[in-house]
Nanobody, 126 residues
Framework: VQLQASGGGLVQAGGSLRLSCAAS????????VGWFRQASGKEREFVAA????????YYGDSVKGRSTISRDNAKNTVYLQMNSLKPEDTAVYYC????????????????????WGQGTLVTVSS
């Protein structure tokens, strides 16, 4: 599976962005997908994840209530809608995929994922 993250950009605080993670491969619907972010000088942080069917979603505390993850398996794409953006959301956002039909808290861990996209930069100005 190859992943391509897009949708990042410069936005003012309080604004919104929708990130996309487009995947190649006909079996994308059997992969869980997660979003992680890494700010300059900081460790990679879990943002959100979604199960293969879209039936289970998980969010990191820093974005819970402000973000929604969804997927369209017919389009091989996962979306991350982020609202009420804050300057501390500034980071490179990465999507990642893991082949599984099971849901669980292991989605929160970056070592779970086998495939990673190249990242898209989100910059939130104050």
């Amino acid at each position: 599976v190859q992943l391509q993250a897009s949708g990042g950009g410069l936005v003012q605080a309080g604004g919104s962005l929708r990130l996309s993670c487009a995947a190649s491969g006909r079996t994308f619907s059997t992969y869980a997908v997660g979003w992680f972010r890494q700010a300059s000088g900081k460790e990679r942080e879990f943002v959100a994840a979604i199960s293969w069917s879209g039936g289970d979603t998980y969010y990191g505390d820093s974005v819970k209530g402000r973000s929604t993850i969804s997927r369209d398996n017919a389009k091989n794409t996962v979306y991350l809608q982020m609202n009420s953006l804050k300057p501390e959301d500034t980071a490179v956002y990465y999507c990642a995929a893991h082949f599984t039909l099971y849901s669980g808290r292991y989605y929160y861990t970056d070592t779970t994922y086998d495939y990673w996209g190249q990242g898209t930069l989100v910059t939130v100005s104050s």
